[in-house]
C-alpha cells in the first residue's frame, strides 16, 4: 500500500501563488504516476497536473502555464506549484497516485486540502 499526505492549502489571493506538497510512503518503488485532482463544490473531481515514473508530465488545459508538477525522489514528496492563481482554482486539491502490485494498478488517495483564492 502507498499512503499519501498533502499539505500547504490554504487561502491565496488572486495573482498569487502556492505550493502544495504531496509526501508518500509505504511502496513507493511501486509507484507508476502520480499527481493532483481538484473538486469545486457541485463538481467533478478532475485531473490538474500529473508526472509519471518516465518523468513525463500532463497539465489540464485550465492550468498549463501556472502551474508546476514537479518531484524529489530523495523526499518521496511531489510538488504542485500553482502561480497566478485565479478565483477559479478554489477547490479541495486531492493527491493520487496509480501504483502498480504485478497484476494491475490501483489507485491511492490523499485525505485533500482546501485552497481557497480571493479576487
Known amino acids: 500500500q502507498v499512503q499519501l499526505v498533502e499539505a500547504g492549502g490554504g487561502l491565496g489571493q488572486a495573482g498569487g501563488s502556492l505550493r502544495l506538497p504531496c509526501a508518500a510512503s509505504?511502496?513507493?518503488?511501486?509507484?507508476?504516476?502520480i499527481g493532483w485532482f481538484r473538486q469545486a463544490p457541485g463538481k467533478e473531481r478532475d485531473l490538474v497536473a500529473q508526472i509519471n515514473s518516465s518523468g513525463s508530465r500532463f497539465y489540464a488545459d485550465a492550468v498549463k502555464g501556472r502551474f508546476t508538477i514537479s518531484r524529489d525522489n530523495a523526499k518521496n514528496t511531489v510538488y504542485l506549484q500553482m502561480n497566478s492563481l485565479k478565483p477559479d482554482d478554489t477547490a479541495v486539491y486531492y493527491c493520487s497516485a496509480g501504483v502498480s502490485n504485478g497484476v494491475r494498478t490501483d489507485d491511492y488517495w490523499g485525505q485533500g486540502t482546501q485552497v481557497t483564492v480571493s479576487s
Open positions: 509505504g511502496r513507493t518503488y511501486s509507484i507508476l504516476r
